[in-house]
């Protein structure tokens, strides 16, 4: 059995190849990013016009990288949704023309179960779980009852994560996106600056996150001592900022955690890459397995979303050509 998934949600065009539900063969990402940096974020129309130029030689490098041919295939995937509209569509349009050409099914994949289903690189996982995703575009803490049965039980009422570390990003001058710097920046400073940690209070929604106001007490913090002519140190603006970010993160993980008795956490999305997020994790949550993918695997990539494939083609879940791309899907329209 192999699958052919396609991801091209945001600004990497990537086309993979798993084999038997747990070896990824091949799993090729073209990143636009330097396309983008000069413009302090992605450009939806850069970002289609990218994808259609490259989308074509991703499929043939992942059928190389793997060493199979179109005719060993049994079934294509490709992200839906979530996602810019203009670069969802390139793929969804790739991923029927192939598949109709080769006359193979169809499989729908939501780029969030992607980012989850990352963990499958891992280990095998095990239900019920929680996943804590954090990436550009999402905070969510959700509860998986079983395989293809999600429910968010927290999100961020503003501010993703990963747009926060960007945004905060521009204002100490990094480029484009930031996370990784920071999250390098911070491990050479101190937690100085004690910014807010938002919706911490008793009477706040236990696992629902805000980051909107920690941007901008980091935001206020820097143009106060700009008007008094300091400059303040990267390090410990970095490090205050991802102190706050991680109190928070891990605090409203511990809650849920308690509040729903699960077999595993995963943690996945752009974000889990920090380290220190990772840290964290190992020293604080040690009753259950902490599951996070690989790096290469925490970014978008198609070899998330061919291994999410894998419980939608066991349930049969397959799309005929008239499938669409939906920039705002949502777990809880499943
Ligand atoms: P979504 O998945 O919500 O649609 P996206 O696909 O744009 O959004 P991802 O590719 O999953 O987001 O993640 C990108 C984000 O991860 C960026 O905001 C980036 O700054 C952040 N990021 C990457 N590495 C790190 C790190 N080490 N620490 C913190 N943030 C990081
Ligand atoms: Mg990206
Ligand atoms: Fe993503």
């Known amino acids: 059995k192999y699958i052919l998934a396609f991801e091209t949600s945001c600004d990497e065009t990537s086309v993979a190849v798993l084999k038997n539900d747990d070896e990824l063969l091949s799993n090729i990402i073209a990143s636009q990013i330097e396309s983008h940096k000069r413009f302090g974020g992605v450009v939806p129309e850069v970002a289609s016009r990218h994808h259609v130029e490259v989308i074509t030689t991703c499929v043939t490098e992942a059928l190389r990288e793997a060493q199979i ?9 490709v992200t839906e949704g979530p996602g ?5 569509l390139v793929g969804v349009a790739a991923a029927k023309a192939f598949a109709w050409a080769h006359n193979l099914p169809l499989i729908p994949v939501n780029h969030m179960a992607g980012h989850l289903w990352a963990a ?14 954090v990436s550009g575009g999402h905070t969510e803490l959700v509860y ?5 049965d999600y429910k968010i039980v927290g999100e961020t009422r503003d501010d993703a994560v ?4 960007d945004k905060v990003g521009r204002v100490m ?12 920046l911070a491990h050479q400073g101190n937690d100085v600056f004690n910014f807010p940690r938002a919706m911490m209070k008793h ?7 805000s980051f909107s106001g920690l941007k901008s007490a980091f935001i206020n913090t820097v143009h106060n001592a700009d008007q008094k002519g300091d400059a303040l140190d990267n390090k410990d603006l970095s490090a205050s900022f991802q102190a706050a970010v991680l109190d928070v993160l891990l605090a409203k993980t511990k809650i849920a955690l308690a509040e729903f008795p699960v077999k595993m956490l995963v943690v996945a999305g752009g974000v889990a890459a920090n380290q220190g997020l990772r840290e964290r994790l190992a020293t604080e949550i040690t009753d259950i397995p902490v599951v996070i993918p690989p790096l290469r695997l925490c970014g978008d990539n198609a070899g998330m979303i061919a291994y999410a494939s894998v419980c939608e083609f066991n349930h049969g879940n397959f799309a005929d050509l008239s499938l669409n791309a939906r920039p705002s899907l949502s777990f809880e329209a499943i």
């Open 173 to 184: 001058n990094l480029t484009y996106p930031a996370g990784k710097e920071i999250d390098a």
């Open 69 to 77: 041919s179109a005719q060993d295939l049994t079934a294509v995937a």
């Open 162 to 165: 990963g747009e926060a570390y």
């Open 120 to 133: 499958r690189n891992v280990r095998e996982l095990e239900f019920p779980l929680l996943a804590l995703l």
């Open 144 to 148: 998986v009852k079983a395989p293809s």
């Open 84 to 88: 810019l509209v203009g670069a969802l």
């Open 203 to 209: 009477d706040d929604p236990a696992l629902e996150f």
